[in-house]
């Protein structure tokens, strides 16, 4: 199992709102290490989406959003989009300066 | 253009040696980290570790630490991943990416990916 928790599966009709949790410890997001999100879409690389926490790299729409409190950090899309069906991943670092991932999230748009 | 790319598809049978690589251009490879991580077949994403080209600084993932070695050479901007011994389990999708530049520990450019397959 992942050290960060993320749901199996989200879904949302298009144009509603979605969120994907992910859940760390205190040796993690809860020791104030950032929160990052990647998009992957079928067949593809992963591609950042949010970055620190709630910070979008040029050219993701801004209908990508992100959250952290304590051990825990949170993505959200909005105005759900049929080209938004990808898997989600978040990341972060741990208190011995490596990275770690959460074990994914499939969003399905219905 | 800022780019990674990966070297291609690899066959190989239990027991052997392979070496896998990642060539940057674009951009000043010996300024920003570069990691590996692995996904196996329909699987998730799982960090294997990091190098900083410009003085081969490495981390590894407990995990992966002596199973693998990652390595790189400034001087063509190219990391590597390489195993002296596969196993069967080593079957998976490698990426590497680019990490330090939008922030500290996150991967702003991936590379296309390398599928190494041990049979």
């Known amino acids: 199992q992942s050290v960060l928790t993320q749901p199996p599966s989200v879904s949302g009709a298009p144009g509603q709102r979605v969120t994907i949790s992910c859940t760390g410890s205190s040796s993690n997001i809860g020791a104030a290490y950032d929160v990052h999100w990647y998009q992957q879409l079928p067949g593809t690389a992963p591609k950042l989406v949010i970055y620190s926490n709630n910070n979008r790299p040029s050219g993701v729409p801004d209908r990508f959003s992100g959250s952290k409190s304590d051990t825990s950090a949170s993505l959200a899309i909005t105005g759900l989009q049929a080209e938004d069906e990808a898997d989600y991943y978040c990341?972060?670092?741990?208190?011995?300066?490596?990275?770690?991932f959460g074990g994914g999230t499939k969003l399905t748009v219905l | 253009e800022v780019q990674l790319v990966q070297s291609g598809a690899e066959g190989r049978k239990p027991g052997e040696s392979l070496k896998i690589s990642c060539k940057g251009s674009?951009?000043?490879?010996?300024?920003?980290?570069i990691g590996w991580v692995r996904q196996t077949p329909g699987k998730g994403l799982e960090w294997m570790g990091i190098?900083?080209?410009?003085?081969?600084?490495?981390r590894y993932s407990p995990s992966f630490q002596g199973q693998v070695t990652i390595s790189a050479d400034k001087s063509i901007s190219t990391a590597y991943l390489q195993w002296s011994s596969l196993k069967a389990s080593d079957t998976a999708m490698y990426y590497c990416?680019?990490?330090?530049?939008?922030?500290?520990?996150?991967?702003?450019?991936w590379g296309q990916g390398t599928m190494v397959t041990v049979s």
């Open positions: 990341q972060s670092y741990d208190s011995s300066l490596r990275g770690v």
């Open positions: 190098i900083y080209p410009g003085d081969s600084d490495t």
């Open positions: 990416a680019r990490q330090g530049v939008v922030a500290a520990d996150a991967f702003d450019i």
């Open positions: 674009g951009y000043s490879f010996t300024t920003y980290w």
